[in-house]
């Protein structure tokens, strides 16, 4: 299976959803930059949070990786988790998850292979992890978690329809 980057929003939302054992079913190397850690983990530890624990938990277990990327893309004007998840993809030349819409053009113009939550929802149930009333209520908690229009839920709703 594959090597994933994966973002702090993007890394919040599987979390949030309570799908990480089925991301690891997909993404078997599942990687995150030392800024991500501080944000997702340290930041969350101090303020809190649920899911800081968590994977706090799944680093421990060896179950996310830290790598720090040797050649940060400068200029990018991102977050610096973003830009070093963007280098480290490109470095190994391996996908990376962003659900950042800013993320996501500058990523598809350095031609990185980008990946979402809901491109990674689709991936489930496309490979038979979710049954299409699951994707669709996945979908609909995800919209709620980011705010998504009722047009991107739709949309979303109806490539999935398309997919079983």
Known sequence: MLMLKIDSSSLICIIKLRLFDLFTRLYKEIIISPTVKKEVVDDGLSRGKPDAIVIHQHILQKRIQIHEPTNVIQDLNLGIG????????????CPCMLD????????????????????FLLELLKNGYLDSQSYEFY????GKMVNLS??????????????K
């Open 139 to 142: 979908i609909d908690e995800y």
């Open 82 to 93: 973003e830009t070093e998840i963007i280098s480290l993809s490109i470095e190994e030349n």
């Open 100 to 119: 950042d819409s800013k993320a996501q053009r500058i990523g598809i113009r350095l031609q990185v292979d980008l990946k979402s939550t809901p491109i």
């Open 150 to 163: 009722q047009n991107g839920v739709w949309f979303y709703k109806q490539v999935g329809s398309l997919i």
